[in-house]
């Protein structure tokens, strides 16, 4: 139940060339407190609920738990989520060992090309891509939680 994840700028779209899959992603967010969010997501077939805890120092670990819930109750949830729905089209990449998922926002995030990938422990290496930019692993105003609230357009 903990997340350790980095996340980068993406400076080209060459990742989709190396994409094994991708598929669509609308999600909005019952509670975006920075200690506890809440979030309801529909990824491609599927939907789920997470809650996510607040980021050690780095940003790069968290508290997250996730369940598997219908679509139809998915939907009705989104409903009553907080203003600011996030969509998105994710893309995978394998590189080496791990997956890389890609998200090209849509809507008021357009133009904003985001890259996040889980390790086993913080200090773990990783192949880097050439498309992969600037890391903004811990920076807040990437995380999809405040992307609802002041999308990249805005900035």
């Not at 599927?46 to 670990?61: E, P, Y």
């Amino acid at each position: 139940m903990i997340e350790i994840e980095r996340k980068f700028l993406v400076n080209s779209e060459a990742f989709k060339e190396e994409s094994q899959n991708s598929y669509r992603i609308v999600q909005g967010f019952l509670n975006t407190d920075p200690e506890r969010t809440v979030r309801v997501r529909v990824k491609g077939e599927k939907a789920f609920l997470t809650i996510k805890g607040m980021g050690n120092t780095s940003g790069t670990t968290r508290f997250e738990w996730e369940k598997e819930i219908k679509v139809t109750d998915a939907e009705q949830l989104l409903k009553i989520c907080e203003p600011g729905i996030i969509e998105k089209t994710r893309y995978e990449i394998s590189s080496g060992d791990h997956i890389i998922e890609v998200d090209m926002f849509l809507g008021g995030n357009e133009g904003l090309i985001l890259a996040e990938i889980e390790l086993n422990n913080e200090n773990e290496s990783f192949l880097t891509p050439n498309w992969l930019g600037k890391e903004v692993t811990g920076d807040p105003k990437y995380y999809n939680s405040q992307l609802s609230k002041k999308p990249f357009m805005q900035w």
